[in-house]
């Protein structure tokens, strides 16, 4: 039996899963599926008049053909028309390329004109057969996105085929007027057909006004469906937690310190939320060291004294296991009752904890992924804190709260998200900021240096640790790899303890055994470890005053928000803290980027905005991006004047007119997005 094709017209089932691949399931998808670039084969360039760097088409017959040995085996033309002659090179044939380029035959070749030993030439061009009286194409040739197994042609053809519809405007005529937008078929006709007095410089730069149309309706596609998500989330009913003012007070009497500013505002925010009847899901984000996890505690400790659980879950063991060793032990003096659950526990021991929950013996379970297996349950889970967010997949958080009737959510990030990123991708959550940091902090000076003056940073490390400090090395593999050359942890760890015999070193990764890492990492916050050579696993969480030396090797390899992180586990006492990012050359020029840019801020939101701007929003967002695709045409800062006009047309449309959004949705969404809820 035949399976009805998505699309208006035929196409085959291995067609049509290759447009899956791009995320092509309709007419609509290819409608939307907007050329990279274009191509302008109108015309023959002579080849007296090329130049190096320019892309063209020239017409020519072929002089000689042969394969070359040296340095590669290779594919070498010579071809010629009646001004010039012009070399060509293909690194990848097969034998009946040979027999195709046969001496005087015609071709047309479109490609980059290089500058080669002999001459200028060009490298694996697109070619077709065609003499004098083949006719020239009359439009400008699009060149789409595709995949592996689906050529332009195919693409062209099927794109064209779903551009026979007439294509309907989901917005009526005043408000494009009003927003100073052209209408929508004519833009994307334009797009994919640009008529040939176009300016291609113009369009490739992606400030056309028929770009920024398609911007536009992208934007304001997220923000509906972001809206959508908050109202159905607000819709939902959940039990509320009120403060009761008991276990929260005499937790912040308890403490060493006092709260700052921030803290306090925080604070009040979720737990305001957490007296409301809906499901709270907000995010709670501030620099490293600015004091969250205090104020998750908090929130947990509300839940806790409505007889309700919490759950406080991180992305690694390390960083699970030091939030229940640091607040198990002044919770428990509240009469809290804590748990731990590791995937890498006894199975007794899980079983005895998961057993332990399910029970309602436990308040306040800690642990990484573990806590939201199959396997375990909740028996009334109220609330769940979920540090690091971005390192969590959607299902995952969303197994967690099926283990509860509807539990509060408070997410919480040291990756401090950009204005335009919150207003976009994290439209659909509340979002609370510790902007500010606890005083004692002591400023971090960073340095970058050469990998080639190792012995000066060895110097550096054993004179701060002879004078009673302690230090970080951090290197990012624990093994050595054939793909990516650099110093590995167990490779440093001996090297260091050749070298620096005088110090007391620790090595610490992913790969010990918690008991292990434990272990370590309790040697040396009793500072009986003077150098820990590390992974990045000590990259969040870690929280150690006497240590005021960080170095990270191989720098150019690591992400802004990584390094940012790894800074932030120094400066946390009295000490002059430094952090030493040593570099391999030769750098790229995104590693050149990065690296100035850690070099020259310490504020986490400036840091995250350029990061934002070196690199798009992928990382920042890390898996909260399933289900919800990163934006195609719209770009956040360029575009931020747009992002604003689509957030404030989204909520007019749900209240005013939920046809124009639904509309508005099923074209840009379509399956992907309930509407029932507009």
């Known amino acids: 039996m035949k399976t009805a094709s998505p699309f208006s017209f035929p196409v085959s089932p291995s067609t049509a899963a290759k447009l899956a691949k791009l995320g092509l399931a309709r007419d609509a998808d290819l409608v939307l599926h907007l050329p ?50 012009l070399g060509m090179r293909f690194l990848n044939f097969y034998p009946s390329h040979l027999k195709l380029f046969q001496p005087g035959e015609s071709f047309r070749f479109i490609g980059e004109i290089r500058g080669g030993f002999l001459g200028l030439e060009m490298v694996h061009p697109r070619f077709i057969k065609a003499d004098d009286a083949t006719p020239l194409p009359t439009q400008f040739t699009p060149v789409y996105p595709t995949t592996a197994g689906l050529g332009q042609a195919t693409l062209r053809k099927l794109v064209s085929r779903a551009m026979e519809a007439p294509i309907h405007d989901t917005l009526p ?46 934007l304001l596609a997220q923000q509906l469906s972001l809206a959508v998500a908050r109202r159905q989330r607000r819709s939902q009913r959940t039990r509320p937690l009120p403060a009761k003012r008991q276990l929260t007070a005499a937790f912040i009497r308890a403490l060493p310190f006092d709260l700052t500013a921030a803290q306090v505002r925080a604070w009040q925010e979720i737990s305001d939320d957490l007296t409301q009847v809906h499901p709270m899901r907000r995010l709670l984000q501030g620099d490293v060291g ?27 063991e390390i960083l699970a296991e030091q939030h229940f060793r640091r607040l198990a032990p002044p919770l428990s003096e509240l009469g809290v009752r804590c ?42 889970l109220g609330l769940a804190v979920i540090d690091e967010q971005h390192r969590f997949g959607v299902g995952q958080r969303l197994a967690l709260m099926h283990k509860g009737e509807e539990p509060h959510q408070l997410m919480m990030s040291a990756t401090p998200i950009p204005r335009t990123l919150a207003m976009s991708y994290f439209a659909d959550l509340d979002v609370t900021t510790v902007d500010e940091l606890p005083p004692g902090r002591t400023p971090v000076a960073t340095k970058l240096v050469n990998a080639a003056r190792r012995d000066d940073v060895l110097a550096r490390v054993r004179e701060a640790c ?31 303890a050749a070298q620096l015999p005088e110090l007391r070193i620790g090595l610490v990764h992913g790969r010990l055994k918690p008991d292990e890492k434990q272990a370590v ?63 391999q050359t030769p750098v790229s020029e995104l590693a050149r980027a990065r690296l100035k840019v850690i070099y020259e801020l310490t504020d986490g939101f400036e840091i995250a905005r350029q ?68």
């Not at 990279?36 to 007296?48: A, Y």
């Not at 996890?293 to 991180?314: D, R, S, Y």
């Open 36 to 85: 990279l670039r274009w191509e302008d084969e109108t015309r023959i360039t002579p080849i007296r008049d090329l130049l190096p760097g320019q892309t063209v088409q020239v017409q020519a017959v072929v002089g000689e053909a042969s394969v070359a040995y040296r340095p590669r085996r290779m594919l070498t033309l010579t071809v010629e028309d009646a001004g010039g002659v």
């Open 173 to 218: 005529v005043d408000w494009l007027a009003e927003l100073g937008l052209p209408e929508l078929e004519s833009s994307i006709r334009l797009l994919h057909q640009p008529p040939l007095d176009s300016a291609l410089a113009e369009l490739e730069s992606r400030r056309h006004p028929a770009w920024q149309r398609l911007a536009f309706d992208e």
């Open 290 to 316: 600015s004091g969250k996890t205090v104020v998750a505690a908090l929130a947990c400790l509300q839940a806790i004294e409505n007889g309700q659980q919490a759950a406080f879950m991180a992305p690694t």
């Open 339 to 380: 748990a731990w659950v590791s995937g890498s526990q006894r199975k007794s021991e899980r079983s005895a904890a998961w057993q332990a929950i399910a029970s309602g013996e436990v308040d306040l379970a800690f642990g990484t992924h573990a806590l939201f297996q199959d396997g375990g349950r909740f028996a009334r």
């Open 466 to 496: 002879l004078d009673g400090g302690q230090a970080y090395w951090v290197c990012p593999l624990i093994e050595e790899s054939e793909k990516l050359q650099l110093q590995t942890a167990e490779d440093n760890f001996a090297a260091l």
């Open 521 to 583: 990492m309790g040697a040396f916050q009793a500072h009986e470890i003077d150098l820990l050579v590390a992974t990045t696993v000590i990259e969040v969480g870690v929280d150690v005053s006497n240590a005021a030396l960080m170095i990270i090797e191989h720098a150019e390899r690591m992400g802004l928000a990584q390094l940012h992180q790894l800074r932030g586990r120094v400066g946390r006492g009295s000490r002059e803290s430094v952090c030493v990012l040593l570099y």
């Open 611 to 678: 990061d934002l701007l070196l690199r798009g929003p992928g990382e920042l967002l890390g898996h909260r991006q399933s289900g919800l695709p990163l934006l195609r045409f719209a770009d956040l800062e360029r575009d931020i004047a747009l992002l604003e006009a689509a957030r404030n047309l989204a909520q007019r449309c749900l209240v005013d007119h939920p046809d124009v959004a639904a509309r508005h949705l099923e074209r840009w969404v379509g399956h992907r997005q309930s509407l029932s809820s507009i």
